[in-house]
């Protein structure tokens, strides 16, 4: 990208998770930019939960989120795909077998 | 001749399967996107400047609420489309720069004055309501994090079409000069709202590689279309009228014909003539100036913290 003359450092970015409720996990909602973590917590309470939409954030700053790569997803999880006996479905029970 | 990158690409985006950042993706589909996503971010930040101009002055407490309740949505929307277009490669300030110099568009809408207060009534009715028409279906676009933050825009988008038209249904049960200035308002801004869904099919040169890439669902002509069948029954709850001698129930078509739009005000507002363009982009250049000791104190606050956390 191209730059300009009054370029400064940008505040970092930040990944924003956020628990709907209690009992549920953390779900990335999105990102935003903040200069340290509480800052980015409390923008996270105005841009992410303006409607109730939760009641716990996670900030983690975008840098420090590894991933996996896309381009080797079929190796990764290729070895998943013919164990269908790990899932209950693969077994044929006799029909007298109740509540298993 | 195309590579087998490309039609591995189309492929996937034929069989519904959304693209995300990490992905591979064709230059100009990159380029495509963080045009239209900026642009929109851009929307949602200089849209808030018209309504702004209102806040001190509405008419009660409880207006004023919801006003700047929508007003701070806007705010919102921009930052989560800001953070979309990010995923493509572009920084923030990047996409600020090219908004403070003109290189980025937004919507021309907004570079039409708000005169009365029945023209925050008609914001949210017809140009959240066009707004609406066009972002529905970008919840379904090819690319992940866009169409993840049009979810979200669009969820909240419906407050503010429902109470625009909650400001005119309520001057159309008012006083005499209440309806004048609600009728006048509506004058105003129909025209500038049915250009909001672009140049006519046959002049939009980048809609067809749009909608092969999944970017666009449908044409700009037929969300035109769809939104003023919509508005021409709506008007009618009002009690007030949509300012074209030409729009008429065509049973054939089973649509409104509409009257002949003005298409070289829609491209001279575009190159900046229009009434606010200036006033605009100046009201938004200086409160990037006037932010920037904020931003400054606040990053050298946070290196100093950061410095003293390591020595301690």
Known sequence: ?100 | MQNQQDVFFQDKVDKEIRIEPKDWMPEKYRQTLIRQISQHAHSEIIGMLPEGNWITRAPSLRRKAILLAKVQDEAGHGLYLYSAAETLGISRDEMYHQLHTGKAKYSSIFNYPTLSWADMGVIGWLVDGAAIMNQVPLCRSSYGPYARAMVRVCKEESFHQRQGFDILYTLGKGSEAQRKMAQDAINRWWWPSIMMFGPKDDESPNSIQSMKWKIKRFSNDELRQKFIDVCAEQVKVLGFTLPDKDLKWNEARKHYDFGTINWDEFWQVIQGNGPCNKERLDARKKAWADGEWVRDAATAYATKKTAKNKAA
């Open chain 1, 1 to 100: 990208m191209s730059t300009h003359s009054n370029s400064k450092i940008e505040w970092p970015l930040w990944e924003i998770f956020v628990r709907s409720k209690q009992g549920l996990d953390h779900k990335h909602v999105g990102s935003l930019h903040a200069a340290d973590a509480a800052m980015a917590i409390e923008n996270a309470r105005d841009v992410y939960t303006r409607r109730m939409e939760g009641i716990s954030i996670w900030a983690v700053e975008s840098k420090n989120i590894h991933a996996s790569n896309p381009d080797e997803a079929g190796s990764l999880y290729d070895p998943a795909n013919d164990k269908a006996y790990r899932h209950p479905t693969f077994y044929d029970l006799p029909d007298e077998v109740k509540y298993m």
